[in-house]
């Protein structure tokens, strides 16, 4: 719990909601203050609770939270941005719990960190605002990896540190980087990875969103991307996330490729 204070106010981002006792709601929440933390909304579950239109899933909110006995209870809350395009369309409620379920299984209530709050902002409201979906999420995740310390090394081989030349290669979950194809033949764990999903990839660690959402990327090159992303996820986090395998069932096998 932060610090001692009897109240605070913070802004913040709901990750997700779930039922607590009779009528109230456990709120998980990636504050601006006080990074990610819970709070319970009593009485939330009743058809008449004045807050509970403003605690739903990628709702960014203003409370005032008081200090109880074991977690913070919001006594008030105000919306500061309900994202309702996001909640109101079926494909954008997966990209965004993507997002938001990345956040979540990687942070534990570690205190503020500015950045990872400011990227989780930009990115509901690039979903908002219907930019290509891959792109906001794939970008998402790659910055994501950079401000929690597991940035992939795709420049030089993590094995012999040869610099990785204009070629297939392959990518190593463990080794948290990119493999030469004499290294990577034979690598337990390995996967390969062609020149064009690595130069994207790498596009997006040097550049910010601006030039990254320029980037015309072909349909098999997103798919090898979500792929590897997702692959590198779950040995991170040592168990998958459930909304790719959610957003791969809704879109199909015709419909463009999401992130991972």
């Known amino acids: 719990m932060a610090g001692e204070q009897r109240s605070m106010r913070v802004e913040a981002v709901v990750l997700r909601h779930a039922d607590w006792g009779e009528a109230d709601r456990l709120v ?5 203050e006080e990074g990610k933390l819970q709070a319970i ?39 500061v941005e309900p994202h309702l395009s996001i909640r109101e369309n079926l494909d954008l409620i997966v990209y965004a719990s993507v997002v938001v379920e990345s956040l979540d299984r990687f942070t534990y209530e570690e205190g503020q960190n500015l950045q990872l709050y400011q990227l989780l902002i930009d990115t509901l409201a690039r979903l908002e605002r219907m930019d290509d979906p891959f792109i906001v999420v794939s970008y998402y995740q790659v910055r994501l990896l950079d401000h929690l310390g597991f940035r992939p090394n795709l420049f030089t081989c993590v094995q012999c540190e ?35 999903a690595l130069k994207y990839l790498r596009h997006y660690q040097r550049s910010g969103y601006k030039d990254a959402r320029r980037a015309q990327i072909p349909l098999s090159t997103r798919r090898e991307m979500e792929n590897l992303l997702r692959t590198y996820f779950t040995f991170l986090l040592e168990r998958a996330l459930n909304s790719p395998d959610f957003l791969s069932r809704l879109r199909g096998p015709n419909r463009n490729a999401a992130s991972a």
């Open 28 to 32: 998980t929440l990636y504050t601006r």
């Open 41 to 79: 909304a009593k009485g939330a579950r009743k058809i008449r609770s004045r807050k509970a239109g403003h605690l739903e899933p990628f709702t960014r909110v203003a409370l005032l939270l008081a200090r109880g006995r074991d977690l913070w209870i919001i006594t008030q809350a105000e919306t």
């Open 162 to 196: 040869a610099e990785i030349q204009p070629q297939n290669q392959y990518f190593s979950p463990i080794g948290g980087g990119v493999l030469c194809p004499r290294c990577g033949s034979n690598a337990a764990g390995a996967i390969p990875v062609t020149l064009d």
